[in-house]
């Protein structure tokens, strides 16, 4: 009996595109919603989330169970990493920050039994093997094996076509590294970084291997479909998570009322001070005045309404249903008596 069949491997091979889903939140629960989502793969990331290898193959075990295929990213490229991951049963690995031909080579001897390469043999104590059930194991593992290299760097780029003559199956490029590296760092979207991963995405596509990426960037998505891309990730179950969350306590806190608080200050100047708190607010919020009256309207829910006469002026403040309208309160006045430094310049708040 041979090893089992690594479907996203052949997938690759054959050319059909594969949709996956970053999995970092470090919980086997988690994963194990994730791979009900239906996407074709999904990686656990034991580079930039709090992994080990117990929580990886506890993970993996779940997505086992499903219609998704596990790949798991290393922290680091090391042999004896590697061969632990491959006996805990992982047959696709992502290994990052490879910047030369003779480390990608290197790699590709770690995931190979000898003669082709440096895997330690302990099957018969491996998961992989089905401990010792999987009789063919030794002689038809390597098949199965898939080994992504992550170009993130100007070094990786630079000897990338040195990376793609060695025996890995595919290049993965990492934009956000790269987009640090080049000098755009949090800017992903930076026309040099694009072209330079698009440029990367034609050359591993020529080279016959299997290119990858992760982008939530859906024009970014499509751009590398169109150029051959073969494992495109479209999410990451953090960062959805965290949305959903946010967007949920957003929508729950509409039902409640907004705090409002109003007050007068007794001014002939009132109409010159609400024109000076809008102008000075205007570059970051938006604003509305004429010679009686203003508001001020901030992204985040902040707002002050100003209406002025001839002997005073009166201020509403506004915030959301959990901000703290004290302290915008004390904002607000500091604000207008810094305006006001002529006279004695106070707001009596109603409320």
């Given at each position: ?23 970092g ?20 990331d034991?580079?930039?989330a ?6 990886i ?22 042999a ?15 290994v990052?920050?490879?910047e ?16 082709k ?24 593992a ?26 890995v ?5 990492g ?13 992903a ?13 034609r ?11 992760l ?95 001839d002997?005073?002026?009166?201020v ?10 004290a ?25």
């Amino acid at each position: 009996m041979p090893a089992p069949q690594n479907a996203f491997k052949a997938a690759l091979k054959a050319g059909q595109p594969q949709i996956g889903c970053w999995v970092g939140m470090a919980n086997a629960y988690a994963a194990e919603i994730a791979a009900t989502a239906g996407f074709d793969w999904l990686l656990v990331d034991g580079e930039h989330a709090p992994n080990d290898l117990r929580t990886i193959l506890e993970q993996v075990r779940v997505i086992e169970a499903s219609a998704s295929h596990s790949v798991a990213r290393l922290p680091v490229g090391e042999a004896w990493m590697i061969k632990q991951y491959l006996d805990a049963g992982v047959q696709t690995l992502l290994v990052p920050m490879v910047e030369s031909g003779e480390q990608a080579q290197d790699l590709a001897r770690a995931v190979r039994y000898p003669p082709k390469g440096v895997r330690g043999v302990g099957s018969a104590l491996a998961r992989a093997s089905r401990f010792a059930a999987i009789p063919d194991y030794l002689t038809t593992a390597d098949d199965q094996i898939c080994l992504l290299v992550q170009v993130e760097n100007r070094a990786g780029l630079a000897a990338l076509d040195d990376i793609l003559a060695t025996d890995v199956d595919g290049v993965f490029i990492g934009p956000s590294d790269l987009a640090a590296d080049m000098g755009h760092i949090g800017n992903a979207g930076h026309p040099d970084v694009v072209a330079a991963v698009q440029d990367a995405m034609r050359r591993i596509v020529a080279a016959g291997k299997s290119a990858g990426i992760l982008t939530l960037d859906p024009a970014m998505q499509r751009a590398c479909l169109d150029l051959g891309a073969t494992f495109v990730a479209t999410g990451i179950d953090v960062t959805l998570f965290a949305g959903a969350m946010r967007n949920a306590a957003k929508a729950g806190l509409t039902l409640l009322p907004d705090q409002t608080a109003s007050g007068t200050a007794q001014t002939q100047s009132g109409s010159k001070y609400l024109q000076q708190l809008c102008k000075h607010w205007s570059h970051k919020a938006e604003v509305s005045f004429d010679a009686h009256q203003g508001s001020v309207s901030y992204a985040d829910g902040h707002r002050v309404a100003m209406r002025a006469d001839d002997t005073s002026l009166t201020v509403t403040a506004e915030t959301g249903p959990r901000d703290d309208i004290a302290r915008w309160k004390d904002v607000i006045e500091r604000h207008l008596a810094r305006f006001a430094f002529r006279e004695e310049f106070r707001i009596d708040w109603s409320d």
